[in-house]
């Protein structure tokens, strides 16, 4: 084995092509944040335009609407009780 070999193995060697892809992947922009005032409208929309189709799946409005509960329980948890005096200043 030549030390050229050693020092620069062909399994190690790459192409620009590959540091092109590797920083595509860093470049993703984060999602935005979804607030659940958003959230509730989105199925509300969901629920109203499955309501509204002539086979309407029950399975599918059932679901809508546990979601739609399971959001309302965490805005009310999430929600922090503020002072009256707060509101008049």
Known sequence: MQI???LNPLEEQYTA???EVEEDDEMV????????TRALQALYDLRLYEEQQ????QA?????ACQERDILRRKVLN?????I???FR
């Open 29 to 36: 922009e984060p999602l935005p944040f979804i607030s659940s």
């Open 4 to 6: 050229n070999q050693f």
């Open 85 to 87: 005096r707060g509101y």
């Open 54 to 57: 002539n086979d309407a799946n």
């Open 60 to 64: 599918s409005l059932h679901s809508r």
């Open 17 to 19: 092509v590959e540091d």
């Open 79 to 83: 929600t922090q009780q503020s002072d």
